[in-house]
């Protein structure tokens, strides 16, 4: 699986856009980026994945730049409940079941 | 919704006691997963399963071992629990199709086990 780098830590204000970068510059052709958060004291929660295009759901967006080096994930319009530790993960999806790594993540605090 | 449960939020076991972790899903997954989460460690995978009564090891299986008797349920079992099994310890399960899959891990609220 590709390597991933994160800022450790961002802020953002309530009700602003919150756009947290990855780089995985290490990226091949068949990976898939994958974005989980996880809220202090709770399991990981499943956010977003995309391969090329940009992909958006009740979540979240995911941009994907075109060399596919690098990618954002943005929350619309954050609130307090979305302060957690959000990963970014690189990988090949299987036909047999595969752990997830997680990375050290970014620290999304959002403030009042 | 996805929901997957586990039996207990918190839990505190004497040295040596057999310590059993339960975790349920409801949406009928295939792949069942055990991790471990310690600070500084990320998630490291214990077991995993991808059928009833098939397992296979993680990457720290030592000291632990798992059973898969129905398909929602996935039981992590601690034979003789130890100090350095303090963790907190996460359940996730995924759906998985035949070839090539795109699949997400939906994870439990985690069982934050104590080992005194």
């Known amino acids: 699986d590709a390597k991933t780098t994160q800022p450790t830590s961002m802020d953002c204000a309530e009700g602003r856009a919150a756009n947290l970068p990855c780089n995985h510059s290490?990226?091949?052709?068949?990976?898939?980026v994958y974005w989980y958060r996880q809220i202090h004291s709770q399991g990981p929660q499943y956010i977003i994945h995309?391969?090329?295009n940009n992909e958006t759901n009740e979540m979240a967006s995911l941009i994907i730049t075109e060399d596919r080096k690098s990618s954002t994930l943005i929350l619309p319009h954050a609130t307090l409940r979305d302060t957690a530790v959000y990963y970014c993960i690189v990988r090949v999806p299987s036909g047999s079941a595969r752990q997830l790594t997680f990375g050290s993540g970014t620290q999304l605090t959002v403030l009042p | 919704d996805v929901k997957v449960t586990q039996s207990s939020r918190y839990l505190v076991k004497r040295t040596g006691e057999k310590v059993f972790l339960e975790c349920v899903q409801d949406?009928?997954?295939?792949?069942m997963f055990w991790y471990r989460q310690d600070p500084g460690l990320g998630l490291r995978l214990i077991y995993f399963?991808?059928?009833?009564?098939?397992?296979e090891k993680g990457d720290i299986p030592e000291g632990y071992s798992v059973s898969r008797e129905k398909k929602e349920r996935f039981s992590l079992i601690l034979e003789s629990a130890s100090t350095n099994q303090t963790s907190m310890y996460l359940c996730?399960?995924?759906?998985?199709?035949?070839?090539?899959?795109?699949?997400?891990?939906?994870f439990g609220p985690g069982t934050r086990l104590t080992v005194t």
């Open positions: 995309g391969l090329k």
């Open positions: 399963s991808y059928d009833v009564k098939m397992k």
């Open positions: 996730a399960s995924s759906f998985r199709t035949s070839g090539v899959e795109v699949y997400e891990q939906y």
């Open positions: 949406m009928d997954h295939e792949n």
């Open positions: 290490t990226i091949s052709g068949n990976e898939y």
